[in-house]
């Protein structure tokens, strides 16, 4: 009898169609619910991948340091995956980071460095690059790393292809590293050119967690602005009131960029007939509780 490891439960996650929030016109909204991979977020599929690309590479071995610039999920993600393989793991995050994602990296035995919260993601990847530099660790690099991409190529683009018998019209996912819409894209086009792939990103001045909106020079190499149909602009007050509906109307405790990939499904539903629309449920809403986010409205 073969019993898993924990590395082997990572994917193959549920895919439910939404029962109160409608779109009507005949279309049908599924939601990717990655939260139920074992450190709680769909960035569980790059973190292994990375790591166990690199190793059979030879790029890393166990017992060494690796350095990554994260705004949570990844880092968490990358903690868990350092701890089963026996990797020291030092993260470097914007202060601004909910106090449920710092508590998770430290409990899984990962180093944290806080940048401020106006420097953001592009202070933390600045000073990853600058302490990879000065030999202090090795790098992953979420932001370049193909392997991150590659994750969702073999997992999260087959599981849905698969899960919608085919039937997937469209396919919705916020943007930050851009790994999952990336490696999604190119899977289901592979299969079928005319699926339309929706990328988020936020409105000037919002932010959501998740999901960014990157000046030029810091835009992940990674992204190929050819495998995305249409990118929407999401409000922070849009995403979040979406988040909201989750919970209270189907039950499903989620992030921020996650109500706003609700909002981007409901706007394409509000388009289109007939189609079958599946979106990312990025993360678990538990580890924003301490935002006040979730608190009934005065």
């Known amino acids: 009898m073969h019993f898993p490891t ?5 994917g193959h ?3 439910v169609r939404l029962k109160r929030i409608t779109a009507g016109r005949g279309n049908t909204l599924l939601a990717k619910l990655e939260g139920n991979n074992p450190a709680g977020s769909v960035k569980d599929r790059p973190a292994l991948c990375m790591l166990q690309e690199a ?3 030879g790029e890393i071995s166990p017992g ?3 350095i990554e610039a994260t705004s949570g999920n990844t880092g968490i993600a990358l903690a868990m995956v350092a701890a089963i393989m026996g990797y020291r793991m ?10 449920e994602r710092k508590q998770a990296m430290a409990a899984f035995g990962a180093e944290l460095i806080e940048v401020s919260k106006q420097g953001g993601m592009e202070e933390a990847r600045d000073l990853a690059e600058a302490m990879i530099a000065r030999d202090e660790g090795k790098p992953l690099n979420q932001f370049a790393n193909p392997d991150n991409p590659l994750a969702h190529y073999r997992t999260t683009g087959p599981e849905l292809w698969e ?3 085919g039937t997937i019209t469209h396919f919705i996912s916020s943007m930050g590293t851009t790994g999952t819409i990336m490696g999604v894209s190119r899977y289901l086009k592979e299969r079928n050119p005319e699926v339309q792939i929706i990328g988020l990103q936020p409105e000037d001045g919002a932010s959501i967690a998740g999901i960014r909106r990157w000046p030029p020079e810091y835009l992940p190499s990674i992204f190929e602005p050819s495998r995305v149909d249409r990118v929407l602009d999401i409000g922070q007050h849009e995403a979040e009131e979406h988040m909201r509906r989750l919970a209270r109307e189907e039950g499903m405790l989620s992030g921020v ?5 609700l909002a981007g499904a409901l706007r394409i539903a509000a ?3 007939n189609a079958v629309i599946a979106f990312i449920v990025c993360d678990r809403g538990d580890r924003y509780l301490s935002t006040g986010l979730f608190a009934p409205e005065r």
Do not use: C, F, N, Y
């Not at 924990?6 to 990572?10: D, M, R, Y």
């Open 163 to 165: 899960q919608t018998d």
């Open 271 to 273: 388009e289109v007939e």
């Open 90 to 99: 030092v993260l470097i995050m914007p202060e601004s980071a909910s106090a």
């Open 257 to 261: 960029s996650s109500g706003g990939a």
């Open 13 to 15: 996650t549920p895919l």
């Open 6 to 10: 924990l590395e082997e439960t990572v």
């Open 64 to 66: 060494d340091t690796l």
């Open 55 to 57: 190793e059979t590479r």
